[in-house]
Antibody, heavy 130, light 108 residues
Framework: QVQLQQSGAEVKEPGASMRVSCRTS????????IHWVRQAPGQGLEWMGW??????????????DYAQNFQDRVSMSTDTSITTFYLDLSRLQFDDTAVYFC?????????????????WGQGTMVTVSS | EIVLTQSPGTLSVSPGERATLSCRAS???????LAWYQQKRGQPPRLLIY???TRATGIPDRFSGTGSGTDFTLTISRLEPEDFAVYYC?????????FGQGTKVEIK
């Protein structure tokens, strides 16, 4: 079945960078957008952005779209050889402490993702602490 | 940026009763891009409803969604023990992909 398996919990110091991975299985890696969403302890859900794992279908379309709140310190990438997506967040602050989720969105046959998230990773807890 | 406001913040309901959750948008949205999720403690969200009224695969028919414009509703017709959770509405397909702040459905 379709699965998104995320990396384990991490503790980071303020100012450091983090990387969370999301390994996919059960479907063709290059067929779907992946989104990243975070959830601070006891709080709601915050969308961080999406990545298109390939631009072959629409060469002139963007590979990523980031939420404005994270524009200058977020990066999303892929490693096709191991069907894995990555979320990188730099210059961490205490309020970046959260569970980070990857979630599957639209098929990439759509120029722009316009579907909700049908499959989610289990989440990765990142704690920013000195 | 469109803001989604959910009400109430907490809903206390007895098993077997009906629960009605509201999601109001700060400006009119196309209902094609409104979804509802359920989240239980320690788990990722689960997609319940998309396009405001279409149940996702495997979702029981006691869950229903309605609404258009700025006002959307999720109704759980007869609460089962496993339905006590937090529910989020989401505007998708338009950046930024916004979530409401959530409604917690608790056992009365």
């Amino acid at each position: 079945q379709v699965q998104l398996q995320q990396s384990g919990a991490e503790v980071k110091e303020p100012g450091a960078s983090m990387r969370v991975s999301c390994r996919t299985s059960g479907y063709n890696f290059g067929d779907y957008y992946i989104h990243w969403v975070r959830q601070a302890p006891g709080q709601g859900l915050e969308w961080m952005g999406w990545i298109n794992p390939t631009t072959d279908a629409h060469p002139n379309t963007a590979a990523t779209d980031y939420a404005q709140n994270f524009q200058d310190r977020v990066s999303m990438s892929t490693d096709t050889s191991i069907t894995t997506f990555y979320l990188d967040l730099s210059r961490l602050q205490f309020d970046d402490t959260a569970v980070y989720f990857c979630a599957r969105g639209s098929r990439i046959s759509k120029i722009w993702p316009t579907d909700p998230f049908d499959v989610w990773g289990q989440g990765t807890m990142v704690t920013v602490s000195s | 940026e469109i803001v989604l406001t959910q009400s109430p913040g907490t809903l206390s309901v007895s098993p077997g009763e009906r629960a009605t959750l509201s999601c109001r948008a700060s400006q009119s949205v196309t209902s094609v891009y409104l979804a509802w999720y359920q989240q239980k403690r320690g788990q990722p969200p689960r997609l319940l409803i998309y396009s405001a009224a279409t149940r996702a695969t495997g979702i029981p028919d006691r869950f229903s969604g309605t609404g258009s414009g700025t006002d959307f509703t999720l109704t759980i017709s007869r609460l089962e023990p496993e339905d006590f959770a937090v529910y989020y509405c989401q505007l998708y397909g338009v950046a930024p992909w916004t979530f409401g702040q959530g409604t917690k459905v608790e056992i009365k």
